[in-house]
């Protein structure tokens, strides 16, 4: 009976210290599909998985075996005894677990063209105007390597969702893990349970932060290109574009944003139209001749993380098909998302490439011709200023769940009041994460630099190393020898480009980082 008291208590102070977290998680289950129509918002999805894996650490599960074993009490409201297959008793209706619990009960599906629209979304964002800069320093290889990064993220994507299954007594196949940290932790259990997790949340983290500073410094580059007459530096746009983003600290959830998510997709998705109508119109002076079969030994490696970077989805693949009405149709929802992305990319950098050839920067809009590019990169600045809350808002979870709010494992005091309310302090820190993001815009304001070191480093990680090396860990005796050496090959392959590019990117960004210094 002590032990049952001591586990009712610590369950209500735990429930208690993270009130604000539950908050989130529910705002996350009533946005649903629409929180995630954006490009980078879908991306950013795994938030929930992110909540799961809390919820998981509340160990609801004593309570039930311990307290039939001492009299048969009844659990108090919140104490579930979890199973991940949802044959537990489910809470009371109307309960605030009712509405975070893990089975997915009552929570609205989507269907395989849904799920399809967020994972084109993921990997046809904005950041495909960098893929025309890839074409420059790659040629045709960098067009066979749009073709290869599609297949090859099509296939770790697939093998990712294999990792949340096994064979239960009955030879049936159970989902046994809900996230990619849960698959994560599984592959290293049992001597470091956690570790495979924090790798993943620290990857994760960075790629969120990074993709903030990208936002940043790709606006600060549209507007400085717009209106070049105006006495106005690229930094100045920067920091302007920083003032206008700094509300972001002040957000408790995403409602608002998230209103604005299919309009600046859809408005994205014109800017790609326009931009190879405007190519098209140009057909008859197409650069055939500049694109070559030799690479950019030095500038090549970049390109890899740029076109991979792009390709970016498996964090959130788990919490996708989690969600989906009928998950068998994930494999087939990952085929033609991935055959429309390849194809679409492919044509989009080999045509605006032919267009300017030699003279292709970094941001591809800027080529345009004054009369439309201003008209055109404003549109963009928008879509930039209004996608950044998304992958900020994120960061800013990971970074108060694991270091404020992780029960006695946090690292600093709990940065909510008992009201729920954010402190003071709690603030500060989400302006220096703004702050954080500007001072790398303007130290290095490189678009393609950014994102082909992103890429290398998170991107070639979450897509390329981690899902083939799982997939090999966790089901190697049931795979077949093709499997297998698919698995080897991606991983050898991933980690050979992941270096070469992250160590040409980094070289780069520290050159960047001196001349702006010196400056």
């Not at 929180?35 to 795994?46: I, L, N, R």
């Not at 040629?139 to 064979?167: N, P, Q, R, S, W």
């Not at 790798?199 to 983290?205: D, G, K, L, R």
């Not at 299919?262 to 650069?287: E, G, K, M, P, Q």
Request: hydrophobic share 45%.
């Amino acid at each position: 009976m002590a032990t049952l008291l001591r586990s009712k208590l610590s369950n209500v102070a735990t429930s208690v210290s993270h009130k604000s977290q539950a908050k989130m998680s529910g705002m996350f289950a009533r946005m649903g599909f629409q929180a995630a129509t954006d490009e980078e918002a879908v991306g950013f999805a795994h938030c929930d998985d992110l909540d799961m894996e809390h919820r998981q650490g509340l160990q609801m599960d004593i309570l039930k075996s311990e307290g039939s074993e001492e009299g048969g009490e009844p659990p108090l409201e919140g104490d579930i005894h979890y199973q991940r297959d949802g044959t537990g008793p489910l809470p009371p209706s109307g309960s605030k677990e009712a509405c975070s619990e893990l089975s997915g009960q009552g929570k609205p599906k989507i269907t395989a063209w849904e799920a399809g629209w967020n994972v084109t979304n993921a990997i046809q964002g904005m950041f495909v105007l960098g893929l025309p800069y890839a074409i420059l320093h790659g040629g045709y290889l960098g067009l066979f390597l749009i073709i290869f990064a599609a297949v090859v993220c099509c296939y770790t994507g697939k093998i990712l969702i294999a990792c949340l299954y096994e064979e239960n007594e009955d030879g049936e196949i159970v989902r046994v893990r809900d996230s990619y940290v849960d698959i994560a932790n599984a592959c290293c259990a049992p001597r470091f349970p956690t570790l495979g997790g924090r790798i993943v949340n620290v990857a994760q983290i960075i790629e969120l932060v990074m993709t903030c500073i990208l936002y940043v410094v790709v606006s600060g580059n549209l507007m400085y290109n717009s209106f070049p007459n105006l006495p106005v530096s690229q930094k100045s746009w920067s920091i302007i574009a920083t003032a206008v983003l700094l509300p972001c600290a002040f957000l408790k959830n995403l409602k608002a944003v998230s209103k604005f998510s299919l309009l600046c997709t859809l408005a994205h998705f014109v800017i790609n139209i326009l931009v190879i109508a405007y190519c098209l119109s140009r057909a008859r002076d197409w650069a055939w001749d500049k694109v070559k079969f030799y690479i950019d030994v030095k500038k090549f490696p970049i390109s890899i993380g740029i076109i991979v970077f792009s390709y970016t989805s498996q964090i959130f693949l788990p919490s996708l098909e989690g969600n989906m009405q009928n998950p068998k149709e994930f494999h087939c929802m990952m085929n033609w998302t991935h055959i429309a992305a390849c194809i679409l990319k492919g044509l989009f950098a080999l045509v605006a490439y032919l267009t300017w050839a030699d003279e292709t920067k970094e941001v591809i809009t800027d080529n345009l011709p004054s009369t439309i590019r201003a008209v055109v990169n404003i549109f963009l600045v928008a879509k930039a200023l209004l996608s950044y809350p998304l992958p900020f808002f994120a960061a800013v979870e990971v970074l108060e769940r694991s270091l404020f709010q992780d029960g006695n494992r946090a690292f600093f005091p709990n940065c909510y009041g008992g009201d729920g309310r954010l402190k003071s302090w709690g603030l500060t820190l989400r302006c220096a994460l703004v702050v954080f993001t500007l001072l790398m815009a303007i130290y290095v304001p490189h678009f393609a630099l950014l994102m082909g070191l992103t890429g290398s480093l998170t991107g070639a990680g979450l897509c390329f190393l981690l899902p083939s090396l799982f997939h090999l860990k966790l089901l190697w005796r049931k795979l077949l020898w093709h499997h297998v050496f698919f698995d080897v090959a991606i991983f050898v392959i991933g980690g050979i480009c992941s270096i070469s590019g992250f160590i040409h990117s980094l070289e780069g960004l520290i050159e960047a980082f001196r001349t702006n210094a010196e400056d």
